[in-house]
């Protein structure tokens, strides 16, 4: 088990390394190749309104006149113990990790993404909690109960949640639930949970179910499929025969079993709505790092969209991780191999 957990640990720290240069190239190379000159990727930093002359004079302090791979170096450089920036009028200094500095609000990234955190944990957090409990639960009931009202109703109720947009199915809940009967709080709300987590969660409510019934209804389905598909299994009807309950040959033996795919889309899910659920922000009004990034696209604030982009594949490879260890707790077999 140690040597397991040894070897993921070490794949996921290459595996982010890999991500670092894969990044770097979609903003830095891609566009070089594509022929984008060293002031071109410069407006990217100073906005629209510049002369021509600044464009230059970032492009020179920026190192972008360099090869890149010394850019490339002095890029992980700055992630890791930190860079100043030299705009003209002073030089700024940008503590590690470094993930960018806003030329146009003059602010260091990281700071700003650190603020903006904890609105996309509570929502992600929140959301895959209701989605992994209601569609787990739709899904083995599904199964149970294949062919019945129940069953037919369920799996409509997924299909329309599969089908249905987050930005439609938020804009008609603000619209009933929060402007016409006032059972939720609008949006654009958020309180801190350390402030009041009684009014932390009337706000986050409604992106929570409504973030929710999205992906519940996926895991319902999935959940749903692979128990009918292990619980024709030669193990199951041996459960049977030994004299176990029915609860115990569902959760311990057709459940455990078909966990498998349910945590690994779990993984991916989580890792990327704590990059920023980027359309649930945007809908419900929420400062969080989904929202960061569009503001960062509309300004043209290049520091910002790469600080979100990096900070979006930490979490995935980090969700990923955890997943490759919780195979070995859900699957023995995981660590025999």
Not at 74 to 88: F, H, L
Not at 227 to 241: G, I, P
Not at 290 to 297: E, N, R, S, T
Not at 305 to 319: D, E, K, N, Q
């Amino acid at each position: 088990m140690i040597t397991y957990i040894v070897r993921r640990l070490l794949w996921a720290a290459a595996l982010l390394i890999v991500v670092s240069a894969i990044t770097f190239s979609i903003f830095f190379v891609v566009p070089r190749l594509a022929g984008a000159s060293p002031e071109t990727l410069a407006t990217r930093y100073v906005g629209r309104a510049a002369t021509e002359d600044t464009v230059k004079l970032t492009a020179e302090r920026l190192g972008l006149y360099d090869p890149i791979a010394v850019q490339y170096w002095n890029w992980i450089k700055g992630v890791a113990i930190g860079t100043d920036y030299d705009y003209g009028a002073g030089v700024e200094q940008c503590p590690a990790p470094c993930l960018g500095y806003s030329f146009i609000t003059r602010q260091p990234v990281w700071p700003e993404l650190l603020d903006r955190l904890p609105v996309t944990l509570s929502l992600a957090v929140g959301a895959s909690v209701l989605w992994l409990v209601a569609g787990v639960a739709v899904g083995v009931l599904s199964a149970l109960k294949r062919g019945s009202i129940f069953d037919r109703g369920a799996m409509t109720l997924a299909l329309a949640g599969v089908s249905l947009p987050i930005f439609f199915t938020g804009l008609i809940s603000l619209a009933f639930f929060s402007y016409r009967l006032g059972w939720t709080v609008p949006g654009g709300t958020f309180i801190p949970l350390t402030d009041n987590p009684i009014r932390w969660a009337q706000a986050l409510t409604l992106p929570w179910v409504t973030l929710a019934f999205l992906f519940s209804a996926q895991y319902a389905r999935m959940t749903r499929a692979g128990m009918l598909e292990t619980m024709n299994e030669d193990f199951v009807r041996t459960a049977r025969a030994k004299g176990l309950t029915e609860r115990t040959v569902v959760m311990k033996h057709g459940l455990r079993s078909a966990l498998t795919p349910i945590l690994t889309i779990f993984g991916l899910d989580v890792g990327l709505l704590l990059g920023g659920a980027v359309l649930t922000e945007k809908t419900f009004s929420l400062p969080g790092l989904g929202k960061y990034a569009v503001d960062g696209i509309v300004s043209n604030d290049l520091p910002k969209i790469l600080g979100v982009t990096l900070v979006a594949a930490f979490f995935v490879v980090l969700a990923n991780l955890i997943v490759d260890l919780l195979y070995a707790v859900v699957d023995p077999r995981v660590r025999v191999k």
